[in-house]
């Protein structure tokens, strides 16, 4: 299968986003070129029948939501799901090493990485810093070096014979990476900084940079891979994908029902924060949505969310770590989840209408169930079902090597996506 518009729409939605701060500015500059209007949580909101809006808070978070024709709201929200973060490396307060004649930059693990992929890697720098402007003031900039600027290089297997035996790797010690000789006087990262921000954003002057949140990213581009083009592979697809794939669906949508996009951070370190979905941002945005509390919950008492986070798709080579019924493969269709301990907040009926709904938007559908004898992750799901009340399903494109630095899913699959929520948008009823 030869690479789509879709995905190379993907494709350039991922390479503008290496951190949740520029995945929600590309979700926020798509919308505002299809207009949609910027709300202010510090001002007033006046939402008009058939109007469009976007809020965004810590700037690495964002909900959308299209109002709908008239009585839309008292028929039900239907809501998608998805979170802006990606498990990585991020840049340490004071994290300046000189050693052996190199400068390095000391890192934290963001999130549930796979730490092996990240060595021999071109590595790039991207995310927020604020500073001290011309005239007093704190100001914040996002900033991307884009270019390959780092690397953490392998120890060689002469001196590390046993890595291929499975040796753990020190997250302190063995993941800084190396940017460049040291120099005397010793280089400062804030300097750096300063000098790339005024190359990036000239306006800005001479800033005095106060502090900063940055990740490492791979700069390898994704790409559209095998034989038959069968694979995409690319950094983030955990979980871009779905943001991109509610976003498609969303300006797709014929703006006829009453839907909203919720794209949250920190859901890969539990979503505890103000931004995040066991925080208040959601539940602020429908209470200004809908002022009066009883009709909130009779309106959410007839919505439905779709909590939209990739699957674990079964691995050729390692096929004994699935439940043998329940093994999703790649460009089979999305994936339904399951789990009998609310790890997943799908129930029989929402799994009923999303199956319903794939029939109708002629998509293949797919379940998941992890083994009996494995822990099983989380999602949004029951995070914002428990802060709602809100019926849920949770689903995902089927993925192999899920957070890692570079993931892989089917070529096929994004669209798959795509349509069912683009369908989930425009039905007229909900269960």
Not at 132 to 159: C, E, M, Y
Not at 237 to 249: E, F, P, Q, V, Y
Not at 351 to 357: G, I, Q, T, V
Request: glycine residues 6%; hydrophobic residues 40%; aromatic residues 6%.
């Amino acid at each position: 299968m030869s690479n789509t518009p879709l995905n190379q729409d993907l494709a350039d939605f991922i390479s503008q986003s290496p951190t949740p701060f520029h995945a929600t500015a590309t979700l926020r500059n798509r919308l505002i070129d299809a207009g949609y209007k910027e709300l202010d949580e510090r001002a007033d909101w006046q939402l008009e029948t058939g109007g469009k809006y976007l809020v965004t808070r810590n700037e690495s978070s964002l909900i959308a939501f299209q109002m709908g024709g008239k009585d839309s709201l008292q028929r039900g929200i239907r809501l998608i799901g998805a979170h802006t973060d990606s498990p990585c490396l991020k840049v340490k307060p004071q994290p300046e090493l000189n050693q052996q004649g190199l400068w390095q930059l000391g890192v934290e693990v963001y999130g549930g990485a796979l730490l092996a992929p990240w060595f021999d890697r071109d590595l790039s720098l991207a995310g927020r810093v604020s500073f001290r402007n011309t005239d007093g003031r704190i100001a914040s900039k996002l900033i991307d070096f884009k270019r390959p600027i780092a690397v953490i290089p392998n120890l060689a297997i002469h001196l590390n014979r046993g890595v291929n035996e499975g040796q753990p790797i020190n997250a302190q010690t063995d993941l800084p990476p190396i940017l460049a000789h040291s120099l005397d006087p010793a280089r400062d990262l804030r300097s750096l900084l300063s000098d790339h921000l005024r190359r990036q954003h000239p306006d800005c002057g001479e800033v005095a940079i106060l502090d900063y949140e940055l990740s490492f990213y791979d700069t390898q581009p994704p790409a559209t891979i095998g034989l038959d083009d069968d694979f995409f592979s690319s950094a983030r697809l955990d979980n871009l994908l779905s943001c991109h794939a509610g976003l498609t669906a969303l300006l797709d949508s014929d703006e006829t029902q009453a839907c909203l996009l919720v794209c949250t951070d920190h859901e890969e370190i539990g979503s505890s924060s103000c931004c995040g979905a066991d925080g208040p941002f959601l539940e602020d945005v429908l209470s200004r949505l809908i002022p009066d509390a009883a009709q909130r919950v009779q309106v959410l008492q007839r919505s439905l969310l779709v909590s939209a986070d990739n699957a674990h798709a079964v691995h050729p080579n390692f096929a004994a770590k699935h439940d043998e019924n329940h093994g999703p493969k790649l460009n089979a269709g999305p994936v339904i989840k399951i789990n009998s301990n609310q790890r997943y907040a799908t129930s029989s009926e929402t799994s009923a209408f999303f199956r319903e709904l794939c029939a109708a938007a002629k998509v293949p559908v797919q379940s998941f169930v992890v083994r009996s004898d494995m822990a099983c992750g989380s999602t949004i799901g029951p995070i914002t079902a428990s802060r709602l009340g809100v019926r849920t399903v949770d689903i995902g494109v089927p993925t192999f090597a899920m957070h890692s630095i570079r993931e892989l899913a089917g070529s096929r699959d994004p669209g798959y996506l795509a349509e069912v929520l683009r369908h989930f948008y425009n039905c007229e009823n909900l269960i």
